[in-house]
């Protein structure tokens, strides 16, 4: 291994909390161990999160979504909302971390700020930031626009927000309050400053009027698979939820992420990239292997084929002949999941396929590469972890027994490898995921300011 | 009395929570009880919670603000977001109303409407929203704002977006999740709704993907003491939050507000009236009131005089000479806290003022009528709620032990009388205050047909 750090280093291990289920999984809401209820019930994501937490998670990872119809998917229809349900969490558990998704379209910075700042202080400094820009395009008529932003300003709009909200965080420094009972002062007023942010699609002044946390700020993740996307996540990135369907996808995608970071002049080993996995685990292979096929061929095609609908805006397949060529699509797709959709019609297109076999081609494209016994499935993340396919696993959380036989059958081994931990290291998130805490900017401009003149006086 | 239902009405008690200290006061952080952090530490705030929560409060109160400079109050420079600080007290008491301050100027009606339903279904419906349509005009500066919002179309798109809000929150009807494990039948289709908003500031498509609470709606309050504010608060509001400087004036406001929510064809009853109190409380009359006495003696008159600037937009009084004649101002304090900039002038003319008398008039109007012994405030308590004064106080509490006084030594008293609850009467907000769970009109609309058919059918 290269690097020194990488000697020791571990699997970092996030729990993604489905409620009654993630995307195209219209029927896990069935399983009698699930309250139907699950997206809505504080007490089924607590439980949860204390699971994850007695498992030694680095944190639990909350999607979202905004704009739906009565044929989206059970858990995108009813579900709580991100900001408030980690905030719940915060007070319910006491060292894992806490990412919620939020968008850049349609909040502004400096409620992003402040809101995320909040829960960072009630969860003392254990909160993260999944950055969207919002894929689904009708969520425009939501928040009273027209159209949805298209795909370019989209992102660089989300760059902006998240730059001006990393400014508000440092609104004050870690000194700023004194609070002296004897003297009165409360406040050092050369410690607050403002933003006076002008930009594109932002003009902020500030200041934020709340302070850091133990960490700093909150940790920023990203998911995003086009060109734009990736430059994105290189750029603000400290965690990268991706997809990897095969160890050579998830390595060429990891060292491209940490290639586009480390041109920016970042470190990549502060950019730690983690697949989403819905593992099949079962006493056998064999038995493994038939429980995930059973559950892949049994699910209702129609539904299948809405899910597939998503990338281009839930455009409706089922008016096309399901064994005709794939239809003529034109533009449809560019103001939502642009690079999905691009891909599916450039399969579609290359392989000759008709609708339906595109449809089974890009399911197969999300079967899960962990199925298996416990050892087989450890082996099987061992494996690919030392390849470099990635920093971190994010554990889709949906039926509460089928993670319970990961965290008690599959982490055992790896634990007793040395590849996951025993113990927290740390109550922070940034701590926990050996990400430095950023000093704030102003601290350093000032230290920067005193060493060039205290080098100034030393040459004198 | 007239009414019926006022034989046995009880005084609503809310605690504003207020960390080191509220409007106007700059010392009370300096008490050894108050942890120098109090307004960003979740620990003071779920204490003061469950200390409210034990002596059988209705609510808990959060108030807010957004734009700060190095002079402003301990308490506004830096403090926890309402809606995220309103989620962890959920999960960290059981019988307790929440209700968090949001504005409507610098929120869009689709995340308003989503995160206070998140919060209400997190807390089993104890949510209240206290709509504000933000006074402090500098707050456009961190909302890519050049101008805040004109008096008028800040009231105009206040009351827009609490009806689509409150549009949104009907998304779903009670019975739209089925839910049927056999049948696989998830969701109704036909009990969930788009609103289709388009209005003057918002245009809102719907549906929310949320459903409501056991409470059917949050609770709407409201404060706006200006004619277009208490039209507002006649309009909307469940409970309105004043401030009452004496009996008289605390029944007229009172009066006045019901008779404009009856004029718009609302239950006055529906309509809690409930000023904000400071009491003072020792064991005799004569401490409590050399107590009060020599706080209000030795303010600062400097951090007074800033706090006096505050309905002019944080206007810098301290320019001017304090013997002179009230200063002319022109139309400063138009874009902020109007009515109160308004009416300061006005007073300052009328009576011939300088700007230290002016300073010392008003800070007068806000001397607690709520002095004494513990049988001495009690006493006045139930004067002015018998005249008809207040359906409920809205009790300030910044020292614990100081706010131990009113619920350990008053309400006993009250409690004698039976004019406070012994018990909660329910686990919602709105059957603790009273209030009707709002049917949702869909269903409402659906029931008006139905029973029209059904009128026609008997009829034929």
């Known amino acids: 291994m290269p690097r020194s750090q990488s000697a020791n280093r571990q699997i970092k291990l996030g729990a993604v909390l489905f409620g009654v289920g993630g995307p195209g999984d219209h029927d896990s809401w069935r399983n009698p161990e699930i309250p139907g209820d699950a ?12 699971q994850a937490e007695a498992a030694k998670f680095d944190l639990v990872f909350i999607v979202d979504s905004q704009f739906i119809t009565p044929d989206s998917p059970p858990h995108y229809l009813n579900r709580l909302e991100p ?7 915060a007070v319910s558990t006491t060292n894992i971390g806490l990412v919620g998704t939020l968008t850049t379209s349609y909040n502004t910075p400096f409620n992003l700020a402040r ?5 960072d202080l009630i969860s003392r400094g254990r909160a993260g930031w999944n950055v969207v820009a919002t894929g689904d395009g009708g969520t425009a008529a939501n928040y009273s626009r027209d159209e949805h932003y298209d795909y370019e300003s989209r992102y660089a709009r989300a760059l902006e927000c998240v730059r001006v909200v990393q400014g508000l965080w440092d609104s004050y420094e870690d000194d700023a309050f004194p609070r002296d009972r004897e003297t009165g002062q409360f406040v050092d007023p050369s410690r607050q400053h403002k933003l006076n942010h002008k930009g594109r ?7 934020l009027n709340i302070v850091r946390s133990r960490q700093g700020q909150p940790v920023i993740f990203q998911a995003g698979d086009s060109d734009e996307g ?23 995608f990891a060292r491209d992420i940490k290639a586009r970071a480390a041109a920016k002049g970042r470190n990549p080993d502060h950019v730690l990239i983690q697949p989403g996995v819905r593992p099949w ?3 056998t292979d064999a038995e493994a292997i038939e429980a995930e096929r059973y559950e892949r061929l049994h699910k209702d095609f129609g539904k299948t084929l809405a899910q597939f609908g998503r990338p281009f805006g839930w455009h409706d397949f089922s008016q096309y002949d399901l064994d005709a060529p794939f239809p003529e699509l034109g533009d449809l797709g560019n103001d939502s999941f642009k690079t ?3 891909r599916i019609k450039a399969v579609a297109k290359e392989r000759n396929l008709t609708l339906r076999q595109a449809v089974t081609f890009f399911s197969e494209q999300h079967r899960s590469p962990f199925v298996g016994s416990p050892l087989t499935v450890a082996n099987t993340i061992e494996e690919w972890f030392r390849a470099g396919a990635f920093d971190g696993l994010n554990i889709t959380v949906t039926i509460p027994s089928e993670f319970a036989k990961f965290t008690d059958q599959v982490l055992p081994i790896l634990r007793e490898r040395g590849l996951v931990r025993a113990e927290y290291e740390s109550d922070t998130l940034r701590g926990n995921l050996g990400l430095p805490v950023p000093e704030n900017r102003w601290t350093q401009a000032r230290r920067a300011t005193d060493e060039a003149v205290r080098d100034t006086l030393v040459e004198a």
């Open 39 to 50: 997206s809505v019930d504080i007490d089924w994501y607590i439980a949860r999160a204390r």
């Open 83 to 89: 900001l408030t349900l980690m905030s719940a969490l």
């Open 115 to 119: 809101r995320l700042a909040s829960v």
């Open 201 to 207: 699609f932002f003009q902020v002044q500030g200041p």
């Open 230 to 252: 990736r430059d994105l996540g290189a750029a603000i990135g400290e965690g990268i939820f991706t997809h990897a369907p095969t160890l050579e996808a998830g390595v060429a």
């Open 281 to 283: 685990i079962a006493d």
């Open 340 to 342: 999905q959709a691009d």
